[in-house]
């Protein structure tokens, strides 16, 4: 059994992690954490955790506590992922892993030292009609990919009262694109098997336009990788949906087939000229993959194996650093109005 300590019990802990966390075979949550001393209290009530403390600390040099997740706002991921290593402790850091090449790289560095194993949160790569996905272009359905299109595009009022530091890039905030873009960057990555070498990107705020709101809410990249492959990256907060809009989508086209699918509801279109017992000759394909919404506890029992059988986790931090790589390079050329090269060099 392994045991976990939550750092940071907001938003994601408690709209997307608790109850899965919860009925992962294999690991029990035995400590919680949060500077909000009530929310310690009612978390521990609500779930029966054990222990609890407004000082991070305290989980870390708990010798009960094998893995810590760290579910605190992006800017603050750095110091406790560094503390946690330190102190011996398995690290799984929601994602982004942190706000700049540098903290990241920060981070996978010290858990190399304390040979302590990392995985970052992006847990959509375990949404079953992404993994559908990821399985038929391996079995070459596609081809060799050439284009791509990721579409995370909805509207949201950002009247988070409780969260002002997700509007504000000061606060270490992000718009769409560092919050869920950040998401599609890793896919598109995990589905081509490929790295970005080049990005363009326009990006603006057009529809909330609050003072105290200085991050975009429209975000357009294009990605080169580095087999070809160009995709096209869209994310926004500000678009109605109805009728043509289908909020999150990808599309994916290759020398042997067509790809279009919707995680929300694990629709998939699927077009192929390559013949398999599966797949007949030039057929077009729809399927439904009911939303089964295991990602998060795919994602952690692929992370307890990885302690347990000392493997590679399922999502790297050096995955982390790639997809926020996309991000970075994508707020760097909005800015500077240029196309952006990468690796992006950065000191260690
Ligand atoms: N994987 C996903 O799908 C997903 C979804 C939403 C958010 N996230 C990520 O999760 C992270 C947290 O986001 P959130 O929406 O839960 O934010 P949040 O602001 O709702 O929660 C952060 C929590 O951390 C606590 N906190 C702040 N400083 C602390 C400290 N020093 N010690 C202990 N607790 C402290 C706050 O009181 C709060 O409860 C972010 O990196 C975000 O991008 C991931």
Redesign the pocket.
């Known amino acids: 059994m392994i045991r976990y300590g939550i750092?940071?019990?907001?938003?994601?802990?408690e709209?997307?992690q608790v109850r899965p966390l919860m009925s992962t075979e294999g690991l029990k949550v035995v400590g919680v954490?949060?500077?909000?001393e009530k929310?310690v209290k009612q978390v521990q009530e609500k779930y029966n955790i054990k222990k609890g403390t407004?000082?991070?600390y305290d989980l870390l040099g708990d010798k009960e506590i094998d893995v810590v997740i760290i579910?605190?706002?992006?800017h603050?991921?750095v110091q406790?992922c560094l503390d946690a290593a330190k102190a011996g402790k398995h690290i799984y850091v929601?994602?982004?892993i942190a706000t700049t090449l540098e903290d990241a790289k920060k981070i996978i560095n010290a858990c190399q030292q304390n040979n302590v194993k990392l995985c970052v949160?992006?847990?959509?790569r375990f949404i079953n009609v992404e993994m559908k996905a990821k399985e038929l272009i391996k079995q070459g359905y596609l081809g060799k990919i050439f284009k791509v299109r990721a579409i995370a595009c909805w509207y949201e009022e950002c009247e988070i009262e409780?969260?002002k530091?997700?509007l504000n890039f000061e606060l270490g905030g992000g718009g769409p694109l560092?919050?869920?873009g950040i998401?599609k960057t890793d896919t598109l990555r995990y589905l081509l098997d490929q790295e970005a070498i080049r990005v363009y990107a326009e990006a603006d705020r057009f529809v909330h336009r609050r003072e105290d709101i200085t991050v975009e809410d429209n975000c357009v990249s294009l990605i080169r990788f580095n087999e070809g492959t160009i995709a096209e990256l869209e994310v926004s907060n500000s678009q109605y949906e109805g009728g043509f809009s289908r909020g999150e989508t990808i599309e994916m086209w290759g020398d042997k087939g067509t790809l279009w699918y919707q995680p929300s509801t694990g629709l998939m279109e699927f077009y192929s000229k390559k013949k398999t017992n599966v797949v007949n000759e030039d057929s077009f394909i729809k399927l439904k993959l009911e939303p089964d919404h295991k990602e998060f506890i795919r994602i952690h029992r692929k992370f307890i194996e990885s302690i347990e059988k000392d493997l590679t986790p399922p999502v790297t931090g050096e995955d982390g650093y790639k997809a926020l790589e996309m991000v970075i390079a994508s707020y760097k050329s909005a800015k500077e109005l240029k196309a952006v090269s990468l690796p992006i060099p950065v000191k260690s």
């Open positions: 750092i940071g019990c907001g938003n994601v802990f709209n997307f954490c949060d500077i909000d929310k407004t000082n991070y579910n605190l706002p992006q603050m991921h406790p929601e994602k982004p949160g992006h847990q959509r409780s969260r530091w997700l560092m919050r869920w998401h």
